[in-house]
């Protein structure tokens, strides 16, 4: 029986992929993102993750992410359920391909938060897509977020200084790099929206199909 194709998604709409080192500000970047109006027509759709590390304090499930079972992580990632999926500080992450599909298919920008070995795959399978590094001011001023945060063991944060190290010599497979300078967010979340509208504006009638 031959496969359906998979759908495709609406003219203009955009998949966009935001990265960078563990405590560079993404997730404060994206809530200043939700608090503000899509420029130019935008419709911005951000995508829940799968993990299956434990919630911190804050966060609130199905909503920061699906936190799941190592069990139920794979079984997702063995049904060609996930888009992409890799293990980052000893958890597995994985973003869900039919959230991605549907949305793109309804007209709307998906917006996905994902590490830099997940937005390799994406970008192999998607090359369409628009990658955006975010980068600190300097490695001392995210280390020193790092351990602000106090949400690491010793261990954990030694882990990822180190990976923030080897993440950051990755910005130059990215479409844009942005420097989230300390306490300028709405700044930083400026800046991705314009980029985001530039890119509709070049692409407006490319349509995305997510294989």
Not at 52 to 81: C, I, K, M, N, W
Request: aromatic content about 4%.
């Amino acid at each position: 029986m031959t496969q359906p194709e998979p759908p495709l998604g609406a003219p203009g709409a955009l998949l966009v992929i935001i990265s960078g080192p563990s405590g560079v500000g993404k997730d404060t970047i994206i809530a200043a993102l939700r608090t503000r109006d899509p420029k130019e027509g935008g419709d911005y759709h951000y995508v829940v993750t799968c993990t299956t590390r434990g919630p911190r304090p804050g966060e609130v499930p199905d909503v920061s992410y699906h936190f799941v079972t190592p069990a139920e992580f794979h079984a997702l990632r063995d049904t060609g359920q996930l888009l992409e999926a890799n293990e980052v500080h000893g958890n597995w992450y994985g973003t869900p391909r039919g959230e991605v599909a549907a949305a793109l298919a309804a007209g709307r920008d998906v917006i996905l938060k994902i590490d830099v070995q997940g937005a390799q795959v994406v970008k192999e399978r998607v090359p369409e897509a628009l990658l955006v590094f975010i980068v600190p001011p300097s490695r001392e001023a995210l280390f020193q977020r790092l351990r602000q945060r106090k949400t690491e063991t010793v261990d954990e944060l030694e882990l990822r200084e180190r990976n923030a190290v080897i993440e950051l010599a990755r910005q130059g497979d990215y479409d844009q790099v942005v420097v989230n300078e300390t306490g300028e967010v709405d700044r930083t979340a400026s800046e991705i929206e314009a980029i985001i509208a530039q890119e509709k504006r070049r692409h407006s009638d490319r349509r995305i199909r997510i294989t």
